[in-house]
Structures are given as C-alpha cells and as structure tokens.
C-alpha cells in the first residue's frame, strides 16, 4: 500500500494541479456522476471532533473515506486544526491501495475550492481580497485566490492582531500583493471585492451590512450545523450557492440559521458550484449581485486529490 505523507502532498499537490481538480470533481458530483454520504460527526467537547467522510468518485472509479480529526487550539500549538487520513480503495479490485495525510490534502483542495468558485462567481475585476482567519487557511486562500484574480490588496482580521500582522508581512512578501492587519472585521473587508472567512468562530464575525455591491464571499469556516460565521443579512442578501445543496440544506450552519429566523426558505439554496460550472445554473448575474459560496468540503475533492498523488498525476 502505498503511503503518502504531509511533505510529498504540500511539494506535489500545487494549486496549478489542485484547482482543475477540484473543478472537475465538484462537476461530476453536481452531475451525479460520483456517490457520496453526508459527513458524520462525532462531537468530542471544546469545539474538537471527528468526522468521516465515505464516497466514490464514480460506479466503477476510486472510493474510499477521510477519517479527520479537528482540533481548533492546534493552531497556536504549531500544529494543523485538521489531521487524519484519505484512504484510497482500486474501484476494480476493492483493494486499499494508498494512505494520503488527510490534513495536507484538506488544506489545499479547501482553498483550491473556494478558487474555484470565486473563478467562477466573482466579478472578473475583482481583485481586493478580505479574509477574515489568520490559521493555515487563511495563507492557503490567499494563495489560491491569487491563481485566479490578479490582486491588488490583501486585509486580514483575526482575534491576535500580532498573529495577523505577522501573517500579513509573510504574504506581502510571498505574494507581492501589499497585505495589512486590519484592526475589526469590518475594517478589513468594507473596500473588498473577494471575502473569504476562514475562523473558528462560533458566532458571526461578517454582518451583510458592510458588504458593497458586487461582493464575492466564500464561507468556509464552519463545516457543520452550529458554529456560523456570517450573519442572517450576508445570507439574505446574497445569491446563494452550494457546494453540495443536500448538504448545505442539512448541515449550512449560516443558511440554517437565517432559515430558522424565518428569512429564507430552501429555495433560497440556488443550485451548486458544479451546475455553474458546467452552464446548468447561472452564477453571478449583474456587477452589482452580491453572491455566497457555501463551502463544506466534500469527500469528492479529498478522493479526486488522493487519486492524482497515487497515480503520479500531481
């Protein structure tokens, strides 16, 4: 069997690679091309949990599961919020064929993802990124969003303004993209085009309010029903798109909440990021359209990255 650890994905597993993966995998899972179930989740107190993740990428193609751990406090411990493992089965034989570092492959295919849907929903002249989050995430989107924008400015908010600044300082030198720490949440994001929440909130840090016409959001954060980091009026406003519309209807801590408060209905859910891709659905449809994408990270994107890394691809 083969095994795969965290620095052959981080070294092969690039955003050039990752982002038409992604793009390709969330088509065929709008297209019921691949199989998959709702994640599971089993609570472990203080905000940590363990998922995992089943699916297929097609009757006869790859399968397999990411069993995950998500521990929020590791960040300031150095290490990764999400660990775990991808672990690939041959869809001719059955057999397991190859173990891949689930937090690596998370933290890239996330923010390829969210690169993927601003490509395809933001307006194409954006280029003022806001990202509210200063973990791995954060880096990781500032990262993919510049293969799909051509940026010019990043502001970040995140609860330590020294974490923020200093993370601010690396991406403007990586990036050549002029990076400051913005002091509030709305500071950071009321002159960007492009946002992106990637915290560990637990009650909304974006209010609809501050958004001006014409705005991209990604909300990626939370990945389950409870924690949101967006209020009802970002939701309301918006034209709202999934990655996976059964699972945002069941599990979109933001879109259940703005629903709960009697401001929504399942309608409001439009369609999926791989129905705009593919010219199903249309996705933004005026300059002045503020449009969301809802980001619970699918199982789909984990097997299609596993796959590419295994068969030399990536």
């Known amino acids: ?37 709702l994640r599971s989740i089993i609570p472990l107190g203080e905000g940590r949990m363990f998922g995992v993740m089943p699916g297929a990428l097609g009757e006869q193609a790859v399968f397999g599961a990411k069993l995950v751990s998500v521990f929020p406090e590791n960040f300031a411990k150095g290490l990764q919020s999400h660990q775990g493992v991808v672990v690939l089965f041959d869809g ?77 300082r690396r991406l403007s030198d990586e990036l050549e993209v002029p990076t400051i720490a913005a002091p509030t949440p709305k500071a950071a994001v009321e002159a960007a085009d492009i946002i992106c929440t990637v915290s560990a909130a637990s009650e909304p840090i974006l209010e609809g309010a501050w958004l001006a016409p014409g705005t991209h959001v990604n909300l990626v954060g939370s990945s389950y029903a409870g924690p949101s980091e967006a209020d009802h009026e970002v939701v309301r406003r918006a034209r709202f798109i999934a990655d996976s519309r059964q699972g945002v209807l069941a599990q979109g801590a933001e879109f259940l909440r703005a629903k709960a408060a009697g401001l929504v209905d399942d309608a409001h859910v439009v369609g999926e990021i791989g129905q705009v891709l593919a010219g199903v659905i249309a996705g933004r449809q005026s300059a002045e359209q503020i449009t969301v994408y809802k980001s619970l990270g699918h199982i789909v994107q984990d097997l299609a990255a596993a796959q590419a890394l295994y068969m030399g691809k990536a």
């Open 1 to 37: 069997m083969r095994v795969i650890d965290r620095d052959e994905v981080s070294r092969r597993l690039t955003f050039e690679v990752c982002i038409p993966l992604v793009r390709d995998a969330m088509i065929a899972l709008s297209a019921g091309q691949t199989r998959q179930l």
């Open 92 to 168: 001719t034989s059955g057999a397991p064929v190859c173990v891949a570092h689930a937090g690596e492959i998370t933290a890239i295919r996330t923010a390829a993802a969210s690169a993927v849907a601003t490509d395809a929903l933001a307006r194409p002249d954006a280029g003022r990124l806001a990202i509210l989050g200063y973990g791995e995430q954060a880096a990781a989107h500032a990262r993919a969003i510049a293969n799909v924008r051509s940026l010019q400015s990043i502001a970040l908010w995140g609860r330590s303004g020294e974490r923020a600044a200093s993370l601010a």
